[in-house]
């Protein structure tokens, strides 16, 4: 069994910065991709950003130029650095995993983080 455990969430005002971390544990597991989605109040759940096994990056438009992605050294673990953030920001994030696991595709979420933007 995966888990995915996340970090970083909180409250921040418009222009600033935060960063979600989100790291992944359990056995026998290979990773394809990880991501984070947002899903704010009475909307659906989106894609912000995520990254493949290679290193391949794909962003929504909305944090284009203002968001990173990136994984760390262990490759388990992912983070989403936001700056510049706006109020509309605000959102559960939650962190996703893709893989491989006893041969079978599956796929993982996080708990969520809140992320707060005041104006």
């Known amino acids: 069994q995966v888990q995915l455990v996340e970090s970083g969430g909180g409250l921040v005002q418009a222009g600033g910065s935060l960063r979600l971390s989100c790291a992944a544990s359990g056995n026998n597991f290979s990773i394809n991709g990880m991501g984070w989605y947002r899903q704010a109040p009475g909307k659906q759940r989106e894609l912000v950003a995520a990254?493949?096994?290679?290193?391949?990056?794909n962003y929504a438009d909305s944090v284009k130029g203002r968001f990173t992605i990136s994984r760390g050294n262990a490759k388990n673990t992912v983070y989403l650095q936001m700056n510049s953030l706006k109020p509309q920001a605000t959102a559960v994030y939650y962190c996703?995993?893709?893989?491989?696991?006893?041969?079978?595709?599956?796929?993982?979420w996080g708990q969520g983080t809140l992320v707060t933007v005041s104006s």
């Open positions: 990254i493949t096994s290679s290193g391949s990056t």
């Open positions: 996703n995993l893709c893989g491989i696991i006893h041969s079978n595709g599956y796929e993982v």
